[in-house]
C-alpha cells in the first residue's frame, strides 16, 4: 500500500518519530513534498537512535516571507494561515534546537505555477512584481540564513522532476509495455539555481541535497519513473511526489 499511485502516507503529528529517544533532534519542515519524506527519514533516522519531528502543513511551503496566492483553490484565510505556521515553525526550532533542518517542498513548481487568474501562485507580500523564481530563491536563503543563526545546520533538498500525466499512465498501464520516463532538466536547472544562490549566501553552513541525482543517472537527462528493480514500485506516488519507495 505504501508504494501505491493513489495512496498518500505522511506524519500523522508533529513528535511521531520523537517518542522516548533521546539526544538533539532532527527536523523536517515543510509542505506536502516534504510530508512525503517523513515516514522513511523518520524510520532510518530512529534505527539510528535519533529523534525526528516535523513541521508539515500541506500546500505550505518553508519559505519565510511568501503568501501563498490561491485563495479561490484553498479558501481565503489560507494564506495567513500558512504564514503563522511558518513563523510558528521558526520559534519552535530556537525551542528544540535540533542539529540540522531538513528543508523541502515544491521548490520548482512555486517557482512557474500560476494561478486561476492567472498570477504566480507564490508572491512576496512587500513586493509583489518580483518574479517567482526570485521570490523562492530570496526566501529559500533567507530561511536557511535564520536556520543557520540560531546554530542549526540547514539540509536542503533540491527539486526532483515531476512527472506529468502520471496517473493516467498507471491507469492504462503503459508502463508495462514500455519504460516511461521524465525529463529531469528542469528540475536540476531549478535546484542549479538555488544551489548557487544557497553556496553565495552560506556556503559551508548549508548542506544541499541534489534529489534529481539520486532519482536520475547523472550524465542523461532521462529519468525512469519506475523502479530499476522493475516495473514497479513507483518512484513517485501522483507524479509530483515521491513514494516511500
Known sequence: ???????????????????????PS?????????????????????????????????????????????????????????ERHNTAALA?????????????SAYSWYMTARNDADEPI??????????????????????????????IVPVVVLPHPMVERFNEIVRTGAYRRDPVTVDSEAARRDADFLAERLDTALGDAVTVVHAADLLCAPDTPACPVFSPEGKTPFLWYDGQHLSQF
Not at 37 to 55: K, S
Not at 92 to 104: G, I
Not at 127 to 149: E, F, K, N, W, Y
Open 122 to 151: 507564490l508572491r512576496a507580500p512587500d513586493a509583489p512584481d518580483t518574479p517567482a523564481g526570485q521570490v523562492v530563491a530570496d526566501s529559500l536563503v533567507h530561511t536557511a540564513m535564520r536556520i543557520s543563526d540560531l546554530g
Open 92 to 104: 519552535r526550532l530556537a525551542e528544540l534546537q535540533p542539529s540540522h533542518v531538513v528543508l523541502t
Open 1 to 23: 500500500a505504501l508504494y501505491a499511485s493513489d495512496v498518500r502516507v505522511g506524519l500523522r503529528k508533529m513528535d511521531q518519530f520523537a517518542q522516548g529517544i533521546e539526544g
Open 26 to 82: 532532527i527536523v523536517i519542515w515543510g509542505d506536502s513534498f516534504a510530508d512525503a519524506l517523513t515516514l522513511t527519514l523518520g524510520t532510518h533516522l530512529n534505527d539510528a537512535d535519533l529523534p525526528m519531528h516535523g513541521l508539515i502543513k500541506h500546500s505550505c511551503p518553508s519559505l519565510l516571507g511568501t503568501q501563498r496566492n490561491d485563495a479561490q483553490r484553498l479558501g481565503r484565510d489560507f494564506a495567513a494561515d500558512c
